[in-house]
């Protein structure tokens, strides 16, 4: 009851704003045969004032590139921008009085229909990254943010506004496709590499370096580096080692006079050669065992 009323409202607002704007143009065209009164005059610069404003928002609120919208309590568009426009493929006058169901996929306006509610209910504003299918068919990834308006007479609407962000999950996508692909790459070689941060904490231990050392990479990642030098050797290996911090490329070959030894999980020790290099992430290093 009180929505059909609030649409008499704005239909009756709606009819007297175009009968005042025809008012003018009335006035307009017979300025000169007209012996306005002061206060008359000054009703119609208000009048003028007030039609310019309102064109001037309307203005603003197409311009922005986001899609707009307002709903009120029966989840109906009652204001939308041109951007909300494009993304439903639907002229204003289409979108105006219908609700999502109308112009997207169930299952997405199901997803829509449980966010409103939630800010109806509540009064939280609520954000929520979703799906929705344009006007081209294209299935796009959104983030909706979702505000409630009451006005003086308690009616609730929905003020939303919807950031496309199809692009950006498509770059992060492509990203973790790259980083799992190198991933696998390091646990898969056949040279044992270790990476570690620049506090010497271990973040990468690779299947070939279990195989070298006996140990676990869960064992082993997220210790101090020490662990894999005796305690005899540990300062000399340490003081190599560090020399890598400011982008120095240190090899060091098989010689047991220069080599390094490490410590398998039983205690036994083997000269071996390493290759200290940074690593190019997170200021780590990494080692390849040969």
């Given at each position: 009851m009180k929505d059909s009323v609030l649409y008499q409202k704005f239909a009756k607002l709606r009819s007297t704003i175009e009968i005042l704007q025809e008012q003018l143009l009335i006035y307009s065209s017979f300025r000169d045969e007209i012996?306005?009164?002061?206060?008359?005059?000054?009703?119609?610069?208000?009048?003028?004032?007030?039609?310019?404003?309102?064109?001037?928002?309307?203005?603003?609120?197409?311009?922005?590139?986001?899609?707009?919208f307002v709903k009120d309590r029966m989840h109906r568009l009652i204001l939308v921008n041109d951007a909300e426009c494009k993304l439903a493929g639907r002229s204003r006058?289409?979108?105006?009085?219908?609700?999502?169901?109308?112009?997207f996929p169930k299952e997405q306006v199901d997803i829509f229909w449980k966010k409103d509610e939630e800010v109806f209910q509540t009064g939280n504003e609520n954000i929520?990254?979703?799906?929705?299918t344009d006007s081209s068919g294209v299935i796009r990834t959104i983030v909706t943010k979702k505000t409630l308006f009451?006005?003086?007479e308690d009616n609730k609407f929905i003020?939303?506004?919807?950031?496309?962000?199809?692009?950006r999950k498509q770059i992060e996508e492509s990203l973790?496709?790259?980083?799992?692909?190198?991933?696998?790459?390091?646990?898969?070689?056949n040279a044992p590499i270790?990476?570690?941060?620049?506090?010497?904490?271990?973040?990468?231990?690779?299947?070939?370096?279990?195989?070298?050392?006996g140990q676990k990479a869960e064992d082993v990642v997220g210790q101090k580096l020490d662990i894999l030098f005796p305690a005899e050797s540990r300062q000399e290996s340490f003081q190599k080692i560090e020399r890598t911090l400011g982008?120095?490329?240190?090899?060091?070959?098989?010689?047991?006079?220069?080599?390094?030894r490490r410590r398998y999980q039983n205690g036994a020790l083997e000269f071996s050669k390493y290759l200290f290099s940074r690593w190019p992430e997170a200021h780590s290093h990494h080692c390849p065992g040969h």
């Open positions: 012996d306005a009164k002061e206060n008359s005059s000054g009703f119609t610069k208000s009048l003028e004032s007030s039609l310019d404003s309102k064109d001037y928002l309307a203005k603003i609120f197409n311009s922005i590139t986001d899609p707009i006058e289409d979108l105006l009085g219908r609700t999502d169901y109308d112009f929520n990254e979703e799906t929705i009451t006005d003086q003020v939303g506004i919807v950031r496309d962000i199809t692009d973790r496709e790259t980083r799992n692909y190198l991933e696998n790459l390091l646990n898969y070689a270790i990476v570690w941060a620049p506090s010497f904490e271990i973040t990468r231990f690779n299947r070939a370096f279990e195989h070298l050392t982008g120095e490329y240190l090899g060091v070959c098989g010689d047991p006079h220069c080599s390094q």
